[in-house]
């Protein structure tokens, strides 16, 4: 779909086998941004190169005239299609921050430090970085328009969103945790920061997360704002779980967690802990009141 002069999205759906016939239903955002050259934001998961080709036919050009390809972070259903897009459009740039590097240029090391079922099905290999991105880069389009990167960590350490300045176009990836969604971030801290300073970049018109419908006008502030406010109201029930339990045990305040956020039990996954696990740690940490 067109969302501006310059941007193009495509949902991709898919599914994660998370054990012996029971399966999660998800989705996940690509985009396309014009200029003299095309690039592709993220690239969905093993497979999807068709989705992609039909995104880059309704945007008016050829598969061929992708020049970069820009990871917003290292995660399957984000770079799951990288190493066959690569491989068909011979050696376009490979783009992502430097934090994410080690496991788009790895995916073995990812699974081994990140592993949850279904991993091999999304991911198709490993490939080379060539340009790194860092906050306040400006990719230069060509048609004197720009991608100014933002590095929003918290979902993970490299994490980046994109701003096109000129459309009013925020890209925000997974930076925002979204109500009745798995709530997945490795540092509560860097979370709320990352929210707090897409929240004051001026002349959004239009949001586009990862798992969420594209946002426009007065929704977009509500979104961030709305983010902001899920990790908050998912550290008063870790607190409240733990306090209850007299547990400090991941799992078993994670259990409570999911009641509590009404989300079904396929959310409990190895990434689910870990996002329990990191409001555990801001639990013990100094700066804990000011969440």
Known sequence: MQISEHVYAARVSFRVQ?????????????????????????????????????LVRESGRTASEIGRIILTHSHPDHIGGVFGL?????????????????????????????????FHALVEGSVKVNQL???GNAIELGDKSTLKVIH???????????????????????????????????????????????RLIQGVRVLLASWDEPRYGDEVQQVLVNGAKQIRK?????????????????????R?????????????????LRTIEGHLR??????????
């Open 152 to 198: 929003t960590p918290g979902h993970s350490k490299g994490h980046i969103a994109l701003h096109h300045e000129q459309d009013g176009v925020l890209i925000s990836a997974d930076s925002i945790p979204l109500p009745n969604d798995i709530p997945i971030y490795e540092d509560v801290f860097v979370s709320l920061g990352s929210i707090e300073k897409l």
């Open 18 to 54: 998370i054990g012996p016939e029971r399966y999660l239903d998800r989705f996940v955002y690509v985009f396309l941004v014009r200029g003299e050259k095309v690039n592709l934001i993220d690239t969905g998961i093993a497979g999807c190169q068709e989705a992609i080709w039909g």
């Open 282 to 291: 801001a639990d013990d940490s100094p700066e804990r009141q000011e969440i």
């Open 234 to 254: 998912l550290h008063r029930l870790v607190l409240n779980a733990k306090d209850r339990l007299r547990s400090s045990d991941t799992p078993t305040v994670a």
């Open 256 to 272: 409570q967690v999911l009641e509590g956020l009404g989300l079904p039990q396929t959310a409990f996954n190895p990434l689910f």
């Open 86 to 118: 690569q491989k068909a459009l011979f050696g376009s740039t490979i783009a992502a921050h430097s934090a994410e590097v080690r496991w788009i240029e790895d995916v073995e090391q990812q699974y081994r430090e990140r592993s949850f079922p279904g």
């Open 133 to 135: 991105l860092d906050d």
